[in-house]
Nanobody, 123 residues
């Protein structure tokens, strides 16, 4: 059974940092591309970042470029999202997702999803 489990969320003040982790099990992590998405209350789930299986290709949505960094450790079956210079607009539930193909921002094409983790940024 495939599981993606996010951790590292919580409450942080504006300007602060958090690092999210997503630990994968039940799949051969190294052959899956990974993505991070987020969903704020009343809004659709939106793309944040994606990384290919070997970490060669990385994409970000414009509003996180220069602030967020996605990375992965295939030996630990884990993908990370380092989030810096956080603002209240970053408050959302953050989800990781996995697929055999590189899906980038194509939310509907990801096969597996985590349960999500709350990130709250106070002003």
């Amino acid at each position: 059974q495939v599981q993606l489990v996010e951790s590292g969320g919580g409450l942080v003040q504006a300007g602060g940092s958090l690092r999210l982790s997503c630990a994968a099990s039940g799949l051969t992590f190294s052959i899956y591309s990974m993505g991070w998405f987020r969903q704020a209350p009343g809004k659709e789930r939106e793309f944040v970042a994606a990384i290919s299986r070997a970490g060669i290709r990385i994409d970000y949505v414009d509003f996180v470029k220069g602030r967020f960094a996605i990375s992965r450790d295939n030996a630990k079956n884990t993908v990370y999202l380092q989030m810096n210079s956080l603002s209240p607009e970053d408050t959302a539930v953050y989800y990781c997702a996995a697929d055999l193909g590189y899906r980038g921002a194509a939310r509907a094409l990801y096969q597996y999803w985590g349960q999500g983790i709350q990130v709250t940024v106070s002003s």
